[in-house]
T-cell receptor
Framework: DAGITQSPRYKITETGRQVTLMCHQT?????MFWYRQDLGHGLRLIYY???????DKGEVPDGYVVSRSKTENFPLTLESATRSQTSVYFC??????????FGPGTRLLVL | AQKVTQAQTEISVVEKEDVTLDCVYE???????LFWYKQPPSGELVFLIR??????QNEISGRYSWNFQKSTSSFNFTITASQVVDSAVYFC??????????????FGQGTELSVKP
């Protein structure tokens, strides 16, 4: 029972490069979410998805792109990474009106 | 605007002391959920509890208890007889738009609890 997984767990990249963070859940949850965690800001929502092919912006969507072609996957792409996107990224999933369960996180460093 | 405030940034206690973590929230929704998550030093986010806005009963789970008061918009978390393993960052969170936005979570800043032996 894998639950929700994220890959890679650690990533170092350079400014301007494209980076994709992967999220996979085995619960068939309808909803999936991406948050970023920064010191002094707690966790903030980047994007969320209600179902395959349905996505919407959260609080801090600029510089990020998401897609959801399959219910179980919700990749997050940084089209042109910037230093301000250095953060810890958490993916979460939930049933409709359910508790969100989080993946282990991806630590991203943009040089 | 929806908001969660955890005024205590850091708390340090000695093992076996009781400790209460405060959480105050603001919301326009009449139906909402409140949550507590634990983030141990290993970094993952662990779900602790969910309460809905219609259920103000306090809850106890082992050494953990939660006090939900709508009148003061507070959802406080108490650890009784704290242990070193309780050392972590604790986040309070509020769901937003549970019927049409998937219950997006708005997090407080977190309270870092350090329990010393």
């Amino acid at each position: 029972d894998a639950g929700i997984t994220q890959s890679p767990r650690y990533k170092i990249t350079e400014t301007g490069r494209q980076v994709t963070l992967m999220c996979h859940q085995t619960w068939s949850h309808s909803y999936m979410f991406w948050y970023r965690q920064d010191l002094g800001h707690g966790l903030r929502l980047i994007y969320y998805s209600a179902a395959a092919d349905i996505t919407d912006k959260g609080e801090v969507p600029d510089g990020y792109v998401v897609s959801r072609s399959k219910t179980e996957n919700f990749p997050l792409t940084l089209e042109s990474a910037t230093r301000s996107q250095t953060s810890v990224y958490f993916c979460a999933s939930s049933r409709i009106i359910g508790t969100q369960y989080f993946g282990p996180g991806t630590r991203l460093l943009v040089l | 605007a929806q908001k969660v405030t955890q005024a205590q940034t850091e708390i340090s206690v000695v093992e076996k002391e009781d400790v209460t973590l405060d959480c105050v929230y603001e919301t326009r929704d009449t139906t909402y959920y409140l949550f507590w998550y634990k983030q141990p030093p290993s970094g993952e986010l662990v779900f602790l509890i969910r309460r809905n806005s219609f259920d103000e009963q306090n809850e106890i789970s082992g050494r953990y208890s939660w006090n939900f008061q709508k009148s003061t918009s507070s959802f406080n978390f108490t650890i009784t007889a704290s242990q070193v393993v309780d050392s972590a960052v604790y986040f309070c969170a509020l769901s937003e738009g549970i019927y049409n936005q998937g219950g997006k979570l708005i997090f407080g800043q977190g309270t870092e609890l350090s329990v010393k032996p």
